[in-house]
């Protein structure tokens, strides 16, 4: 079945970088896009980034354009989120996703910036 792992996440300073990580198993993984959402305790669950099966297409929410990086890597069925110049505003459960005919999710990696 469809197994999503996050990784990564902790408590970083505002202006740090931490690389958030998924691997991925239980399916075709060079098949499908990958999406990273965010939840922010006491919000709704919101689009971060969206990469596509051979990563030529990436697409970002405006709060971290130009901040973070998303990348996969076909060969070993991960995906990073490279995350810089935190804001204590990213502070949220960070998820990776994919949707084949309903959405799969992680379990989720706190992400907390603070100081």
């Known amino acids: 079945q469809v197994q999503l792992v996050e990784s990564g996440g902790g408590l970083v300073q505002p202006g740090g970088s931490l690389t958030l990580s998924c691997a991925a198993s239980g399916f075709t993984f060079i098949h499908y896009p990958m999406n990273w959402y965010r939840q922010a305790q006491g919000k709704q669950r919101e689009f971060v980034a969206s990469i596509s099966v051979h990563g030529d297409n990436i697409n970002y929410d405006d709060s971290v354009n130009g901040r973070f990086t998303l990348s996969r890597g076909n060969a070993k069925n991960t995906v990073a989120l490279q995350m810089n110049s935190l804001k204590p505003e990213d502070t949220a459960v960070y998820y990776c996703?994919?949707?084949?005919?309903?959405?799969?999710w992680g379990q989720g990696t706190q992400v907390t910036v603070s100081s």
């Open positions: 996703n994919m949707w084949e005919g309903r959405d799969y």
